[in-house]
């Protein structure tokens, strides 16, 4: 497999791309149901949904369009993009990632919010800015009436590996 247009040069990894970026990867998030929190399946690897935790609760919880800022939740949507990386590189190492190949973001919506697909964004210009060419993906951003422990966001990642 040859390398991703835009991915980092050989000598630098995806570790170290974060590390430039001054971002560090979360603890990985304990599951709240009976789940894990990524699986590996050939050369993909699927995470569990992801909810915006910071040391083990949530940043907020609300409805986007209501109690929630849209920006903040696209800033929610970022930490749960940071959480499924964190499964991912638990389970596999990041380094062994070739691209990001989807994300589904589910958004908590206040009645007549529409706007989930800007809400995603905090998750794909995250995943764009550490991999490159290689952070483009397919995507859904789904509005829903209610997500686990009242979060705004739930963000979900598929990635291959090298």
Request: one cysteine or more.
């Amino acid at each position: 497999m040859t390398q991703a247009q835009g991915a980092p040069a050989p000598a630098q990894s995806w570790t170290q791309r974060l590390a430039q970026l001054g971002i560090r990867l979360p603890p990985v998030a304990a599951p709240v149901a009976s789940y894990v929190p990524a699986v590996r399946s050939g050369q993909l690897v699927f995470t569990s949904g992801q909810l915006p935790f910071v040391e083990g609760g949530l940043r907020r919880t609300g409805k986007v369009g209501g109690s929630v800022d849209p920006e903040d939740a696209a800033a929610d949507a970022k930490l749960c993009a940071l959480n499924a990386l964190a499964a991912v590189h638990e389970l596999v190492g990041l380094d062994s990632v070739a691209r990001v190949v989807r994300v589904v973001g589910y958004v908590a919506s206040a009645e007549g919010f529409t706007g989930q697909p800007r809400v995603v964004n905090g998750a794909s210009e995250l995943l764009g800015k550490v991999f490159g060419e290689a952070g483009r993906h397919a995507r859904s951003a789904i509005g829903v009436a209610e997500l686990p422990l009242g979060a705004p966001v739930e963000v979900e990642l598929t990635v291959e590996l090298r």
